[in-house]
């Protein structure tokens, strides 16, 4: 399952995991890709679910070169491993914002 996440920087359209319409905002679209992982409905995605879903929902480039231990540890895991929805979508946010800067800035 291809899942896209679009936001505008630069000659780059920065994008994360998700099956949501472009014209979500980003939090919006980060709950519904988080609905996604989370399929039992516990409320929280473990580590190995993150990583099962980075593999399948194929990230952009931000993402990809981060690596998916490294973005599941920037979403702040829990002291059990797991990350919550309002973790997920704030952390996933913010990367996102980070790497419109980082591609708007040339860097």
């Known amino acids: ?5 679009s936001g505008m920087a630069g000659g780059y359209s920065v994008q994360a995991m998700s099956g949501a319409s ?6 919006q679209k980060m709950a519904s890709v988080y609905s996604q992982i989370d399929t039992s409905g516990t409320g929280s995605i ?7 879903a980075f593999q399948t929902m194929k990230p952009t480039w931000g993402f990809r070169a981060m690596g998916a231990d490294a973005v599941f540890q920037a ?11 309002k973790d997920f979508v704030q952390g996933m946010t913010s990367l996102m914002a980070q790497f419109r800067s980082t591609t708007a800035s040339g860097a």
């Open 1 to 5: 399952m291809s899942m896209t996440v």
């Open 22 to 27: 472009a014209r979500m905002p980003p939090a």
């Open 46 to 52: 473990s580590k190995s679910q993150f990583t099962q």
């Open 75 to 85: 979403l702040g895991p829990n002291s059990s491993g797991n990350v919550s929805q």
